[in-house]
């Protein structure tokens, strides 16, 4: 069963910091894409930021310079490194596979972790 | 940016009614389209990818569309099991962008 966990979500002041973490099980994360999308409180769904297999990174406008994605092949994670948090960042973050080849679509997702941004 | 623009923001149907969803990109994005079905309190699950392909276990009374840059989601008999937010997303091109969502709720 392709499984994917997210961790490291909670409570953090505006301009701190928090590392969110997706454990993979049933797939290896150095040969997938694996994306974070995000949902704020009552809408819909933004995507945040991809890993592809040859190392590119990719951001929302939203989040370019403050977020960093990145990939523990050993432990097959991915993590998204968060700095200089604003309260509109605030939102469950999904993390989810992007499967296929063009087109692309995104399957499995994680059960979520919430971030709060709030002083 | 390629926009989706997704409508009705919200409907009320009965069980048994044809429920048609609707999701015009802003530009030519091929077959890049995928619909999601997401529940309260849930992670979206995917319901058709590449415009029309069902998802493996998503009952057939589901179906999707394409026409240019519009792109339809249809529920064809609509059950008290389909309530939900659907979202279409489009993957041509980074960022990847959703639509702004439909709340389908049972009369």
Redesign the interface.
Known sequence: EVKLVESGGGLVQPGGSLRLSCAASGLAVNSNYINWVRQAPGKGLEWVAAFYTGGSTYYADAVKGRFTISRHTPNNTVHLQMNSLRPEDTAVYYCTREKGAAPNWFDPWGQGTLVTVSS | DIEMTQSPSSLSASVGDRVTITCRASQMI?????W?Q?KLGE????LV???STL?SGVPSRFSGSASGTDFTLTISSLQPEDFGVY?C?Q??S????????TKVEIK
Do not use: E
């Not at chain 2, 091929?30 to 995928?34: P, S």
């Not at chain 2, 992670?43 to 995917?46: F, G, I, L, M, N």
């Not at chain 2, 980074?94 to 969502?101: A, D, I, N, R, S």
């Open positions: 091929g077959r890049y389209l995928n999601y997401q992670a979206p699950k995917v990818y590449a415009a998802q979202y997303q993957s041509y980074t960022p990847l962008t959703f639509g702004g969502g």
